[in-house]
């Protein structure tokens, strides 16, 4: 099946530095991926979708200026959390639909902690 | 737009019992549907899925849950529970298109107990 990786599964930062998260989309092309955030014992909320060649679109709330996304191939995109503040501290998902069209094929994640 | 609602947050059984966890979703048109477990500090695992046909969908690890269009449920079931179950059960909704995102519910969790 579809095999969608992040790198990496956790990673530490300091307050104020940035962060890079990718996620490859490992035997099958994506145009398009979806980064999801969740906090602790809470549900994965949308924060973007990233598009192929093309900006990302954001949801309500999520500052694209603080989240950076980058969508380069077809089978990598990458979030950048810049100016990483505690409250980012987070689990970060990224899926992407498979050729047919009608499944997600989800990342195995990435913890995010800011101290 | 979709939504979908888990009314029970939190669920303990006993090993060996059966298990049902509610979902009920929101969709104007006809819903991909999912269920999904997660363990702690770990990925989102797929139990099983319905996109159209029978409207019991058998998945992994010995689950099943039975779309009923009328009540706009997707309850997952499993007839025996094990220790191994207890972890983070998430539904989601999709559209006929996997180019939009999955909307989830609030998650159930479910402890077992000996």
């Known amino acids: 099946g579809a095999v969608v990786s992040q790198h990496p599964s956790w990673v530490i930062c300091k307050s104020g530095t940035s962060v890079k998260i990718e996620c490859r989309s490992l035997d099958f092309q994506a145009t398009t991926m979806f980064w999801y955030r969740q906090f602790p014992k809470q549900s994965l909320m949308l924060m973007a979708t990233?598009?192929?060649?093309?900006?990302?679109?954001?949801e309500q709330g999520v500052e694209k200026d603080k989240f950076l996304i980058n969508h380069a191939s077809l089978t990598l995109s990458t979030l950048t959390v810049t100016s990483a503040h505690p409250e980012d501290s987070s689990f970060y998902i990224c899926s992407a639909p498979g050729t047919g069209g009608d499944e997600q094929y989800f990342g195995p994640g990435t913890r995010l902690t800011v101290t | 737009a979709q939504s979908v609602t888990q009314p029970d947050i939190h669920i303990t059984v006993s090993e060996g019992a059966s298990l049902e966890l509610r979902c009920n979703y929101s969709y104007g048109a006809t819903p991909y549907l999912f269920w999904y477990v997660q363990s702690p500090g770990q990925g989102l695992q797929l139990l099983l899925k319905?996109?159209?046909?029978?409207?019991l969908v058998q998945g992994i690890k010995g689950f099943e849950a039975e779309f009923k269009r009328s009540q706009s449920s997707f309850n997952l079931r499993k007839p025996s529970v094990h220790w191994s179950d207890a972890a983070e059960y998430f539904c989601?909704?999709?559209?006929?298109?996997?180019?939009?995102?999955?909307?989830f519910g609030k998650g159930t969790r479910l402890s077992v107990i000996a």
């Open positions: 990233s598009n192929e060649g093309s900006k990302a679109t954001y």
């Open positions: 319905y996109f159209s046909g029978d409207t």
């Open positions: 989601a909704v999709g559209t006929h298109s996997g180019n939009t995102p999955l909307v």
